[in-house]
């Protein structure tokens, strides 16, 4: 299906494109740049991306919204309304109506690119400020605004390898181990601390390339496609902190609590966690510390294929008690795994140390500035020290098996 789906994207003729231009900027892409291309590198269902040159020498990349894409969202949106609404009449335990009114609420923000370039722009300084250990690893390209409107988006050009492409990866020096922890820390950051979100981390809209200007290897994570972000509350943000921590450390009662909290009920709080991690109840509360590791063999893959069937309604149930920036974040969740999984054929231990140790330090950081009484501080204090002491457990596990994989015998 998705290949069917990615062969039928819509692709604007030149001339398609030439008047978007004309609307647009009041000039034909011949005049602004001194080198068009007119075939694009890629055409998705809303837009398709050209590679042009400026007259003062850069290399840049335009987004041209598709020219029908203004009459056709208002009955692409009716049309999920039809279908959701007349399902859940036929069948109740079908209730997908939330997806409609999310279609609402974000098909015109991703039609805005000026909303798109704002939203890099937020994010990139979201990690020069609340990040800045890693903001020099993480980049957006730049916006060249005085180009750019709401159905333009003129951006720098980027080279890099695609996060899934281990092969070129390698040949540019880059450990694909490296890009999974880079990834994994990058999206920590933006959902446990920033609070908000790059929403859409499919492996084309995420690029790697060396750390310009350095002379060592280490990976930059290119963020592309900045049309769907969602905020988190403050208390929605900790929340999920919490219950990330809860479910590194396999903390069954901070795992229901923290479920209920963010709304998922007592009765499918165990679905929900299985959702979260892919993992059936009874391993995520193991507490053997590579509890969550997925290995992504065929016996996983059948057995989670045969829960999704056989708890059908309760994930759908669950899916419509859950506030939709929570479903945005477990649609952002499976699309790491699935990148995680193109990088590392699986997760690793390693991801779920990232996790814990980020999600620990957003949920401690959340106590401190709540606590103003000396006992609660010091209580606070306990728990920071027994997360690293329970962080320095899972360390030492990783670096025992690194050593283990490292000796010949
Ligand atoms: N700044 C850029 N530099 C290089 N390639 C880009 C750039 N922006 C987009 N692309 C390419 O175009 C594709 C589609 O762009 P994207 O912004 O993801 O559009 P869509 O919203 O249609 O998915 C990306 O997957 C990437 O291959
Ligand atoms: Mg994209």
Redesign the pocket.
């Known amino acids: 299906m998705r290949e069917s789906m990615l062969n039928k994207c819509p692709v604007s003729s030149y001339d398609q494109v030439c008047e978007v231009f004309k609307k647009e900027l009041g000039e034909t892409p011949d005049k602004i740049f001194t080198e068009f291309n007119p075939v694009p590198?890629?055409s998705?269902s809303?837009?398709q991306?050209h590679v042009a040159h400026t007259h003062d020498g850069r290399k840049v990349?335009v987004?041209v919204q598709h020219t029908h894409m203004t009459d056709t969202a208002a009955a692409d949106h009716a049309t999920v309304d039809l279908i959701v609404n007349t399902l859940h009449r036929i069948f109740p335990s079908f209730d997908y109506r939330w997806l409609v009114d999310e279609i609402h609420e974000s098909l015109p923000k991703e039609l805005d690119f000026l909303v798109e370039a704002k939203n890099s722009e937020k994010c990139m300084d979201n990690f020069r400020k609340l990040s800045p250990h890693i903001a020099d690893y993480v980049y957006a390209?730049k916006v060249y605004w005085n180009l750019s409107t709401s159905k333009l988006l003129m951006?720098?050009?980027?080279d890099g390898a695609q996060i899934n492409d281990v092969k070129t990866m390698r040949k540019l020096g880059i450990q694909p181990s490296e890009v999974s922890k880079l990834v994994s820390q990058t999206f920590a950051e933006m959902m446990f601390k920033h609070g908000f979100v790059h929403c859409d981390p499919h492996a084309?809209?995420l690029l790697v390339r060396p750390m310009p200007s350095r002379s060592n290897k280490k990976p930059q994570l290119v963020l592309?496609?900045h049309?769907l972000y969602k905020e988190l509350d403050v208390s929605t943000r900790t929340n999920y902190a919490a219950l990330w921590k809860a479910l590194v450390f396999a903390d069954a009662k901070a795992i229901k609590e923290n479920s209920v909290k963010l709304g998922a009920g007592e009765d499918l709080c165990a679905l929900f966690a299985g959702i979260l991690t892919m993992r059936p109840w009874n391993r995520v509360i193991d507490p053997a510390v590579d509890h969550l590791v997925i290995q992504g063999s065929e016996s996983d893959r059948s057995e989670l294929q045969m829960y999704a069937s056989q708890y059908f309604s309760e994930i759908s149930e669950l899916l419509r008690r859950l506030p939709r920036v929570i479903l945005l974040m477990l649609k952002t969740n499976d699309c790491l795994r699935s990148v995680n999984n193109a990088l590392l054929q699986g997760s690793s231990l390693e991801t779920f140390l990232i996790i814990g140790k980020i999600s620990s330090e957003a949920v401690i950081e959340a106590k401190k500035y709540e606590t103003r009484s000396l006992l609660r501080r010091l209580s606070v204090w306990l728990e920071e020290i027994s997360v690293e002491a329970r962080l320095l457990g899972m360390q030492l596990a990783l670096w025992l098996l690194q050593l283990r994989k490292a000796l010949p015998w």
């Open positions: 590198i890629a998705a809303l837009a991306v990349a987004k390209p951006m720098e050009f980027m084309a809209n592309l496609d049309g």
